[in-house]
Structures are given as C-alpha cells and as structure tokens.
C-alpha cells in the first residue's frame, strides 16, 4: 500500500496534479507516519503554493533532505535566518551541506537579501565551481557587478568537471540498475500488489513518462526526434528550438519552484529503498536512454546470456523469467516510442545469437571468455559514447560561453559590446525571446529607442508569454509617445499575468503619459506590494513623486530602491536630481558620482555631472566631462550645448560659435542655441546678428522665463560692455 501511494503521489507531481498529489501524500504520512513520507508531503506542499504548510511540518527535521525543503519554504516566507540556519547548522558552520551546488546558491540568496554582499559572492561562485552550467548563479554575479569572464566560468577547463558530473550520475544510476536487475521486476517498481496484466500496463506508462520533461514535454520531445538519425545519443546536450514551447497552450510553472523540485526529488533517494529504487529506475532509464544506448543493449545482452548459460539446467521457466527481466530492463533505457522498438528488435536477434552460442557451450571457462568479450565491446562503446559526450559537453559551455559574455557585458552597462557578443550567436538562439529582450534593453541604455522598440516588438511576438525586461519595454513606449502601444501592451500584459510586477510597471507608464500621475503612483505601489524586491517599481515611484513635487517621498522610494539593488544607477540619478533642484550641489555631484561609477557609459548621466560641477565653478573639470559625454553619443544634443556654455565662460568663442552652428543644423527648432548665438555675437560686438538670432529665439516661442532672459539681452545691446560689466 505504501509503495502504491507513493507512485501515484509521484506521478501525480509529474502531471502537475498538484491537488490530487496533497490529498493521496497526507493519506500516506497518516497511514505510514515517517519522515521520508514528511518530506514527499512537504514537496507536495510547495508545488501546491503552500509554503506555510511545508514549513511546520518540517520545523525541527534533522535529515538533510528535510532542512533543505525546510529551507525552501522559509526562503518563500522571507524568513531568510531560519533558512540559513537549516542550510548550514549551528554545531557545525564548516561541515558540507547537503545538495551541492542548489544549497550553495540558496546560501548565495540569503545573504544577497540581508545585505552580506561579500558572502554572497563566495557561495555565488562556489555554485559554480561545484557545478559550472548553474547558469543562475552566473547571472546573479553579473547583476552584482562581481562576475568573472564567460571564458574564465564556461571555458574548455571546465568540460572536464562537468563530464565527470554527468558520467559519475549515469554510472551510479547504472550499478542500480545492475543491483536490481536480480529482484523482481514488479518489486522494482514498488507494485507487489498489482496483477500481471496491470504490471504490463504500467510498464507502458513508465515509458512514455521516461520520455517526457518534468519541465516541459515537447522539449525533450524534439530533441530526442533530431537525434534520430544519428549514430549516438545524447539529445540532453543539444539545445531544443523554443518552438514547441512557445506553441504550447500550457504555460510554464515558476522556474525556481521547478529547480527546487527536481533537486529534492535526487536528493530523496537515498532515504527509503522502495521508493528510492522507483525514482532511481525512473533517472536511470532516462540518463540511459540519452547517454549509454549501445551500452544498454549490450548490458541486456549480457544479462540475457548470464541467465541462459548459468541456469540452462532450471528450465523453460527460469529462461522466461531471465527474458522478461532483460526486456523490461531494455525496455527502462528506452528514451523515446522509436528507440523502444529499435531495442527490442536488436534485443531479440541478440539473444537469439547467444541462446545459440550458450547451448554450444560444456565449460565455465567458455561462458566466462564470452562475458570478458562482452565488456570489451561494452567499454568500447563506453569511450566511444565518451567522446561524444564530451564533444556535446564543449558546443554546450561555448553556447553558455557566449551567453554570459553578452550578459556580463550588459550588466556592466557596456551595451554595444554586449550587441556584438548576441550578433555571434546562432538565428536559432538570436530570435528568441530571452535575447531579444536583453538586446532591446541594451538598446534602451544606448537612448536609441527606436531600435529597442523593434527589438522588443520581436520578443513580443515570439514570446507572448514573456513579461521578463516588457516593465523596461513599456518605459521604450513612453519615451517614444506611443500612447496607442503602451495601451496595448499593458492590456495584453494583464491577460497574461495580472499578478506579476512588470504589469502594474507598464500601466503606471500608461497612466503616466497621460498625466494621470495619480493612479500612476498607485499602479508602482502596486507593483510594489506584489514584489518588494523589484527595484525598478521603487525608482518609477520616485519618478512620479519627483514629477508631484514631492521630494521628500521621492527619496524615500529611491533610497528604498538602493536597498534593494545598490547597483540601481536610475536610483542614484534621481536622488542627484533631486538635490540638485533643492540646490545641494555637493549632493548632488556626490549621487551623480555614483551613478557614473556604475554606469560609465551614460552620456545623460555625464551631461548633468557636468551641469553640478559647472554650477561648482569646476569649469575645467565640466568641460571635460561634457567632451567624454559627446564623444560617448554624438547624438545627444544637451552636451554640446553645455559645452558651448562652458567656451563662452571661458572666453573660447570662436569654439562655441561653432558648436552652436553644428547644433543648429541638427534641431533648428530650439530657442537656446539662437539665444546663446545672440550672446557671442553681442560679445563680438556684432550687434545686427546678436539681435537677429535673439528676434528667432522670440519667434520659436521659449519658455516664460526664457523669454524674460531673451528680452533683457535685447534691451542691453546699446549698453557698451563696460557698463554692462559694472551693472
């Protein structure tokens, strides 16, 4: 009974039943109360959305597979020391904690939440070191600003490690496999008490489960059909096209939920015998049906023969019971419907051979030089399978390789070098959703709008589903004025998910635009409350604050903001915004700074550091910041104006004129630059032209305040210099 409840709470997870999956596994823990039982509950507990449950079912479990489920729901309810404290015990800091590299990384979170950045870093990269595809790990060193070179992290050194990682699981699944082949078949699956006919069956469905993704079935799907034609069989190392999925009317479940599942399902193995064979025999058929085909048709062979030559003398009975074991034994290493016919129809001609030659045979020394043949050929096979494995394992870390140099480049800010290492990836993984976006957000920090706007636009279409970077898409929109875009897109967005963060970011922008700025403060504060830790609602906060006047709120949402992520540089650059409207210049210049240090290659940032240092009197020093804004983006206008302004303090006008004359060509509609023209040429002395470009200042209708400048200039003309000096 046990046995039974268990497979079915198992395969009510894998089909994510999760209802059904609760109410079978607390029949089980009250039938046959015992911590292995607790931990399958808990399990069903989490992927049910109940963390609370999981947490005091499991509060002061001892094994390692109880603290570290114990350990997930307390980091669901941000109770970040008890999961530390579960992580790693208080007896013993130093002692190995179990689960490897996923421990590391919830370690790597904890401290990254409580503000222990150094600690972080050290698990973060521990990860990686443990098990170089964490690929989250990787990404959480880039958003710190701490992350080593793609090459260093995914490089050729690193192929060695995570063969024997995956060599070492195949092999251990495989003497498993071996050890259980002697016990009964029905016992193997945990089924002593189903009937024959109700054993055949389940067979069947093992197999076709074996064949599916607990993450997505289409995937595994495809992949194991592109290999079909191929000599080996390694189907888990070629990257699948995101069709199917994006396809697929079922969406994802929540990524790290699914991370955590199947770390607890290995790491529930080695507790219970009965249950830990089923979900061995399940990992091991899959390992074997990616990894070791030709070698488990030979293992079957063997294992056929063995029985055949050792017990001829027990019967048609025992040679029955021999086959049936072998062919579901070949039948578990089966990875798809094409390679389970392709296995029972090599099984049968070679265990016709062998029946042939085992009849043939008087002496264990014959029987004996049969076998030493047989793991000749097996190992063979083995370093052939080997090197094919490797050969995956290294296309894998160069695709990874690529990756994470883009990303690394992007999280540093260096946006074109980030758009260059995308371009080297294939059409297959460019015209992805992942990727379009992160190229759409590198074009947003460039200012280039219009291209991120094609770039996410893409990403839409490919990836509906998506809303990963749509919060950074929505403010694209709102830059550009698009109105009837930014509608849409935060409608679609709410039928897609209504709960995530990203929404309420794109319908306070929408709000935004249309001046409706307070719904749009409470659409952030939403966003907010639904993802405390979203640093981007707590800055778009602080913008609408900013544009109320309220400034005080304003820099409690950026400081906030910062708390969350120290690396936020939009943060830094409202607070210097606002102290530099309070005129705190030194505040100013000091926010700015930091918001420089982080993002270096922002030329609106540089503009406006140059703006407090020339309100300083730093003139030299703004000047030069102005000369690395412009040489960073031509395209901005606001440096060369600023610098303009910065050769006119200095006395440079013939320098000035010229920018200004540039300037002019570029946006002949703005008022400042014929304003600032009129002041050289009074300067000049060449009134008729100072008075021309300051009446063209008047006509391109300025400011109020503007105007008032404008006009007191005009009135001074006929007043000479010296007078006007000492006015």
């Given at each position: 009974m046990?046995?039974l409840?268990?497979?079915?709470?198992?395969?009510?997870?894998?089909?994510?039943?999760?209802?059904?999956?609760?109410?079978?596994?607390?029949?089980l823990?009250?039938e046959?109360?015992?911590?292995v039982?607790?931990?399958?509950l808990?399990?069903?507990?989490?992927?049910?959305?109940?963390?609370?449950?999981?947490?005091?079912i499991?509060k002061?479990?001892?094994?390692?597979?109880?603290?570290?489920?114990?350990?997930?729901?307390?980091?669901?309810?941000?109770l970040?020391?008890?999961?530390?404290?579960?992580l790693?015990?208080?007896?013993?800091?130093?002692?190995e904690?179990?689960?490897?590299?996923?421990?590391q990384?919830?370690?790597?979170?904890?401290?990254?939440?409580?503000?222990r950045?150094?600690?972080?870093?050290?698990h973060?990269?521990?990860t990686l070191?443990?098990?170089?595809?964490f690929?989250?790990?990787?990404?959480q060193?880039?958003?710190?600003?701490?992350?080593?070179?793609?090459?260093v992290?995914?490089?050729?050194?690193?192929?060695?490690?995570?063969?024997?990682?995956?060599l070492?699981?195949?092999?251990?699944?495989l003497?498993?496999?071996?050890?259980?082949?002697s016990?009964d078949?029905?016992?193997?699956?945990?089924?002593e008490?189903?009937?024959?006919?109700?054993?055949?069956?389940?067979?069947?469905?093992?197999?076709?489960?074996?064949?599916?993704n607990?993450h997505?079935?289409?995937?595994?799907?495809?992949?194991v059909r592109?290999?079909k034609?191929?000599?080996?069989?390694?189907?888990?190392?070629?990257t699948?096209?995101?069709?199917?999925?994006?396809l697929?009317?079922?969406?994802?479940?929540?990524?790290?939920?699914n991370i955590h599942?199947?770390?607890?399902?290995?790491?529930?193995?080695?507790?219970?015998?009965?249950?830990?064979?089923?979900?061995?025999?399940n990992?091991?058929?899959?390992?074997?049906?990616?990894?070791?085909?030709?070698?488990?048709?030979?293992?079957?062979a063997?294992l056929?023969?063995?029985?055949?030559?050792?017990?001829?003398?027990?019967?048609?009975?025992?040679?029955?019971k021999?086959l049936?074991a072998?062919?579901?034994?070949s039948?578990?290493?089966?990875?798809?419907?094409?390679?389970?016919?392709?296995?029972?129809e090599?099984y049968?001609?070679?265990?016709?051979?062998?029946?042939?030659?085992?009849?043939?045979?008087?002496?264990?020394?014959?029987?004996k030089?049969?076998?030493?043949?047989i793991e000749?050929?097996?190992?063979?096979?083995?370093?052939?399978?080997?090197?094919?494995?490797?050969?995956?394992?290294?296309?894998?870390?160069?695709?990874?390789?690529?990756?994470?140099?883009?990303?690394?480049?992007?999280?540093m800010?260096?946006?074109?070098?980030?758009?260059?290492?995308?371009?080297?990836?294939?059409?297959?993984?460019?015209n992805?959703?992942?990727?379009?976006?992160?190229?759409g957000?590198?074009y947003?920090?460039?200012?280039?709008?219009?291209?991120?706007?094609?770039?996410?636009?893409?990403?839409?279409?490919?990836s509906?589903?998506?809303?990963?970077?749509?919060?950074?898409?929505?403010?694209v929109?709102?830059?550009?004025?698009?109105?009837?875009?930014?509608?849409?897109l935060?409608?679609?967005?709410?039928?897609?998910?209504?709960?995530?963060?990203?929404?309420?970011?794109?319908?306070?922008n929408?709000?935004?635009?249309?001046?409706?700025?307070?719904?749009?403060?409470?659409?952030?504060?939403?966003?907010?409350?639904?993802?405390?830790?979203?640093?981007?609602?707590?800055?778009?906060?602080?913008?609408?604050?900013?544009?109320?006047?309220?400034?005080?709120?304003?820099?409690?949402?950026?400081?906030?903001?910062?708390?969350?992520?120290?690396?936020?540089y939009?943060?830094?650059y409202?607070?210097g915004?606002?102290y530099?409207?309070?005129?705190?210049?030194?505040f100013?210049?000091?926010?700015?700074?930091?918001?420089?240090?982080?993002?270096?290659?922002?030329s609106?940032?540089?503009?406006?550091?140059?703006?407090?240092?020339?309100?300083?009197?730093?003139?030299?020093e703004?000047?030069?910041?102005?000369?690395?804004?412009?040489v960073?983006d031509?395209k901005?206008?606001?440096?060369?104006?600023?610098?303009?302004?910065?050769?006119?303090?200095?006395?440079?006008?013939?320098?000035?004129?010229?920018?200004?004359?540039?300037?002019?060509e570029?946006?002949?509609?703005?008022s400042?630059?014929?304003a600032l023209m009129?002041?050289?040429?009074k300067?000049?002395?060449?009134?008729?032209?100072?008075?021309l470009?300051f009446?063209?200042?008047?006509?391109?209708?300025?400011?109020?305040?503007?105007?008032?400048?404008?006009?007191?200039?005009?009135?001074?003309?006929i007043?000479?210099?010296?007078?006007?000096e000492?006015?």
């Amino acid at each position: 009974m046990e046995a039974l409840l268990v497979n079915y709470v198992e395969k009510s997870l894998e089909q994510y039943m999760r209802r059904n999956a609760v109410f079978l596994c607390e029949r089980l823990y009250a039938e046959f109360p015992s911590e292995v039982n607790l931990q399958l509950l808990a399990r069903c507990y989490l992927n049910n959305n109940q963390p609370h449950s999981a947490y005091y079912i499991l509060k002061g479990m001892q094994m390692a597979q109880s603290r570290y489920l114990f350990a997930i729901a307390c980091l669901e309810m941000d109770l970040f020391c008890e999961a530390e404290a579960a992580l790693l015990p208080v007896k013993d800091l130093c002692a190995e904690v179990p689960n490897g590299a996923a421990v590391q990384y919830l370690l790597g979170i904890i401290y990254r939440d409580t503000d222990r950045k150094n600690k972080s870093i050290e698990h973060f990269r521990k990860t990686l070191s443990i098990d170089p595809m964490f690929w989250a790990a990787y990404e959480q060193l880039c958003m710190l600003g701490e992350a080593e070179e793609a090459a260093v992290c995914f490089g050729d050194a690193t192929v060695p490690c995570v063969q024997e990682h995956y060599l070492g699981n195949a092999s251990s699944c495989l003497q498993i496999a071996d050890t259980d082949h002697s016990s009964d078949s029905s016992q193997r699956f945990g089924l002593e008490y189903l009937s024959r006919s109700d054993l055949k069956q389940r067979e069947g469905n093992n197999i076709r489960v074996m064949c599916e993704n607990n993450h997505g079935g289409p995937i595994l799907t495809g992949a194991v059909r592109q290999s079909k034609n191929s000599c080996c069989s390694t189907s888990f190392l070629s990257t699948p096209s995101p069709v199917p999925t994006q396809l697929s009317d079922v969406a994802p479940p929540p990524l790290v939920r699914n991370i955590h599942l199947r770390q607890s399902e290995d790491s529930l193995r080695p507790n219970t015998q009965a249950r830990g064979k089923f979900a061995c025999d399940n990992e091991s058929a899959q390992i074997r049906g990616s990894l070791f085909f030709d070698s488990g048709l030979r293992r079957s062979a063997r294992l056929a023969v063995g029985h055949r030559s050792l017990n001829t003398s027990q019967g048609s009975e025992n040679k029955a019971k021999s086959l049936h074991a072998s062919t579901k034994l070949s039948s578990e290493t089966c990875s798809s419907t094409f390679y389970q016919g392709k296995l029972m129809e090599t099984y049968e001609v070679a265990v016709s051979e062998f029946g042939a030659t085992s009849s043939s045979l008087s002496s264990t020394t014959d029987v004996k030089s049969i076998q030493h043949e047989i793991e000749n050929t097996k190992l063979s096979s083995f370093i052939s399978d080997s090197a094919t494995i490797k050969s995956g394992i290294s296309n894998t870390m160069k695709l990874l390789r690529t990756l994470g140099e883009g990303y690394r480049h992007l999280c540093m800010f260096r946006c074109k070098e980030a758009l260059n290492v995308y371009q080297k990836l294939s059409s297959k993984q460019y015209n992805t959703g992942w990727i379009l976006s992160q190229v759409g957000k590198a074009y947003f920090e460039l200012v280039d709008y219009l291209n991120a706007d094609y770039a996410f636009s893409l990403a839409r279409q490919i990836s509906p589903y998506n809303l990963e970077e749509m919060d950074v898409y929505s403010t694209v929109l709102y830059h550009l004025k698009q109105d009837m875009k930014l509608k849409y897109l935060a409608q679609e967005m709410i039928l897609v998910d209504r709960f995530a963060p990203q929404t309420w970011c794109a319908i306070g922008n929408c709000y935004s635009l249309q001046k409706d700025h307070e719904s749009a403060l409470k659409s952030f504060q939403r966003a907010v409350q639904l993802n405390s830790r979203f640093a981007y609602a707590h800055t778009l906060s602080g913008h609408e604050y900013v544009i109320m006047e309220d400034y005080g709120k304003g820099v409690e949402c950026y400081q906030t903001s910062l708390h969350v992520d120290a690396r936020h540089y939009n943060s830094w650059y409202g607070l210097g915004m606002i102290y530099l409207c309070q005129e705190k210049f030194e505040f100013a210049e000091h926010h700015f700074r930091q918001a420089y240090q982080i993002n270096p290659l922002s030329s609106v940032i540089m503009y406006y550091l140059g703006t407090t240092l020339e309100v300083l009197k730093r003139s030299e020093e703004a000047l030069e910041m102005m000369e690395t804004a412009i040489v960073i983006d031509n395209k901005n206008p606001l440096p060369k104006y600023s610098k303009a302004k910065l050769l006119l303090t200095l006395g440079k006008l013939n320098e000035a004129l010229e920018i200004l004359e540039e300037l002019k060509e570029c946006t002949p509609r703005e008022s400042c630059i014929y304003a600032l023209m009129g002041e050289i040429y009074k300067r000049n002395k060449k009134y008729d032209k100072a008075m021309l470009h300051f009446g063209i200042a008047l006509d391109l209708k300025p400011s109020i305040v503007d105007v008032a400048k404008i006009e007191a200039a005009i009135e001074k003309l006929i007043i000479p210099d010296e007078m006007e000096e000492s006015l």
